[in-house]
């Protein structure tokens, strides 16, 4: 009889210590998804800005969201984003680039970074740049990033803007968001 009592509490120990380390294992794979959107790390990304926009962008003449409306946000750059109401701060026409760079304080590249306006990138003119240009940029929406030299993903002539919202994750309140392009919005319905 004893013996079968230490065989149960035997597998009771195992059956715990197994839910132990599958609990770990899965909260690892939540930060890492939290981290970790459309295979972009946004550990560093700082989500609020003061408002400030780049010297030339200029303001977009008839955007489908005018300064001071709301638009439900569509695509999630970062764990919080997706499905939460913004209201619009500011509207440009403008080239919003995916861009991939390694931080100028080290660690890993960051691969197509959504979003980095032409405004953004120094000494590039005017025109367009193309997916494979090289150059520099002193936007900072992540630790790392100002003074980068980037790659070109894509390029695309649009509408950006510049929104707050509330995280839906933790009802964090983000302020003067860069940047959100025009085909990730929708009406608030």
Not at 57 to 85: C, F, R, W
């Amino acid at each position: 009889m004893l013996i079968e009592k230490l065989k149960r509490s035997a597998w009771v120990y195992l059956f715990v210590a197994l839910f132990l380390v599958l609990g770990a294992c899965s909260n690892t794979e939540d930060v890492e998804r939290t981290e970790k959107m459309e295979g972009m790390d946004h550990s560093n990304m700082d989500m609020s800005s003061s408002g400030e926009v780049p010297e030339g962008l200029k303001a977009a003449k008839n955007p489908t969201y005018p300064v001071g409306s709301k638009a439900i946000i569509q695509e999630a750059h970062m764990e919080g984003m997706k499905d939460a109401e913004a209201t619009i701060v500011g509207a440009y026409d403008t080239t919003v680039y995916t861009i991939t760079y390694t931080p100028t304080m080290g660690g890993e590249k960051v691969e197509n970074h959504k979003w980095v306006v032409h405004e953004e990138l120094i000494d590039v003119g005017d025109a367009p740049l193309e997916p494979g240009a090289e150059v520099k940029t002193d936007a900072s929406h992540m630790k790392g990033m100002e003074g980068a030299t980037v790659e070109i993903n894509s390029a695309e002539q649009t509408i950006v803007y510049m929104v707050d919202f509330t995280m839906t994750t933790n009802g964090e309140e983000v302020k003067n968001h860069k940047w959100v392009t025009e085909r990730e919005l929708s009406p608030v319905k």
